[in-house]
């Protein structure tokens, strides 16, 4: 159930785009405050236009309101292209457009590998990297001063 911010963010983003249903996720990227500060001002800077989850159950055409680390709504996005594979696929293009770090393969390879590491850690899996991965491409719909066009 959405807090209050949200479903008022929501309502402001539906009525400008003339949705006619309350179809969205919330999603906040990263797995601490700082982090989902830190990727949802990369989204909002219009760097960040991918991400990659294990376990995601997202669809092409899905929105989601972007948190920040304190749960302030700050934009909607839409999901617009969806590959699973071996986190070892990812190539330099995703990396580049995930938007984090120097941007480099390698970077972004260190950086998910720690991540995903730890996700296993909490949820009592033993991570490798072939672990199945969801790579999400995705645009800003709303707000409008953001937006992909």
Same mark, same amino acid.
């Given at each position: 159930m959405p807090d209050e911010r949200t479903a008022a963010f929501w309502a402001r983003c539906r009525a400008a785009l003339g949705l006619d249903? *309350?179809?969205y996720e919330t999603v906040g990227f990263g797995d601490s405050p700082g982090m989902r500060t830190e990727l949802a001002g990369l989204v909002v800077a219009g760097r960040k236009r991918a991400t990659a989850g294990?376990? @995601?159950?997202?669809?092409? &055409?899905?929105?989601?309101?972007?948190? @920040? &680390? &304190?749960g302030e709504p700050l934009c909607v996005v839409r999901t617009d292209e969806? +590959?699973?594979g071996p986190l070892n696929s990812v190539d =330099? !293009?995703? !990396?580049? @457009?995930?938007g984090e770090g120097d941007r480099s393969l390698g970077w972004w390879l260190d950086a998910h590998r720690a991540y995903f590491? +730890?996700? !296993? =850690?909490?949820? &009592?899996? !033993?991570? +490798? *990297? @072939?672990?199945?991965v969801c790579f999400e491409r995705f645009s800003v719909v709303w707000p409008p001063e953001i937006a992909d066009g």
């Open positions: 249903h *309350d179809r294990i376990g @995601d159950q997202v669809e092409v &055409g899905d929105l989601s309101v972007v948190l @920040d &680390g &304190g969806l +590959r699973a =330099a !293009a995703f !990396a580049w @457009d995930e590491s +730890r996700q !296993a =850690a909490r949820e &009592g899996w !033993a991570f +490798r *990297d @072939d672990v199945e």
